[in-house]
DNA sequence: TGCCGTAGTTCAAGATATATGAACTATGGA
DNA sequence: TCCATAGTTCATATATCTTGAACTACGGCA
């Protein structure tokens, strides 16, 4: 198993902080982890919404987040540690963290059902609707 | 043809606009366009950094821009004109789009080299060379 | 009206990325 | 040493992205 990769913040780009948080599992995971003010292991963020995320798709997750500077992992026995890295982002691009943040709660709180499953865009049921009419 | 889709403001997620500004040209594109006061052309974007994009790529990539909810596009004789959706993004997520243009513009003054084409992580580079040593 | 040029859209196919079960690695404890 | 736990890596199926080629829509001109 290679060490795990951390960029520096200085390589750290916008393009790969809104991919990362881009995906709503992604997402939920991170916004979880910056609510919390210590680490948290992988699995105590394996739930997302209804339903539980394969391992192997978490780790994927935890290595996007971890490779877009969002996140730092570190081994503390068995099990991983993973902390957001708010501050150092927060200094290179000032504002943006928080606003993205504040926008996912802006979101889930006018969401009337949290199991509409919304991937990316919400609009490939209206776009269906608007076809057939 | 199918008349273009437009989401209801409702229907605009935190996500798709991720995503939508995640891919650079697009970020681009969208931060030339809330820099004008008026509506442009699709070809009048067509350039990003240094590289001309092709059309079928362009025409795509607009389309993610106005199903992700940010911009409008409304055909005017032979052309489209395209303006951003700023002020209706503004009330549903507050400060989000600002937030998103600072950084693009923070890591457009602090990049080195703009023809260093850099998609989505910086790291791709640095995790080689990691590997190596 | 028919024909042409311009501006974009749609299609198709190859390249790239994502999701996940199965196999593997690392650590700690008995 | 053996086992359990927590993650990672691999392989493969699926989905998304990129872009040249073909197509559509509109306006102007004869």
Same mark, same amino acid.
Request: avoid cysteine.
């Given at each position: 198993m290679r060490p795990l990769f951390h960029p520096s913040i200085d390589d750290v780009t916008v393009e790969g902080i809104l991919h990362a948080l881009s995906d709503p599992v992604r997402a939920s995971i991170y916004a979880r982890l910056a609510g919390l003010d210590c680490a948290a292991t992988c699995t105590a963020l394996q739930q997302a919404g209804d339903r539980t995320i394969p391992k192997s798709s978490l780790s994927q997750h935890f290595r996007v987040l971890r490779e877009a500077g969002l996140v730092r992992s570190e081994r503390a026995g068995v099990e991983m540690h993973n902390t957001t890295r708010c501050a150092e982002i927060e200094q290179r691009f000032p504002? $943006? !963290? +928080? &606003? !993205? $943040? #504040? =926008?996912?709660? @802006?979101?889930? &709180?006018? =969401? +009337? #059902?949290? /199991? #509409? /499953? @919304?991937?990316r865009t919400a609009t490939s049921a209206a776009k269906k609707k608007a076809k057939g009419s």
């Open positions: 504002g $943006l !963290i +928080p &606003a !993205i $943040l #504040s =926008a996912h709660r @802006v979101q889930a &709180a006018g =969401a +009337p #059902s949290p /199991r #509409s /499953r @919304v991937r």
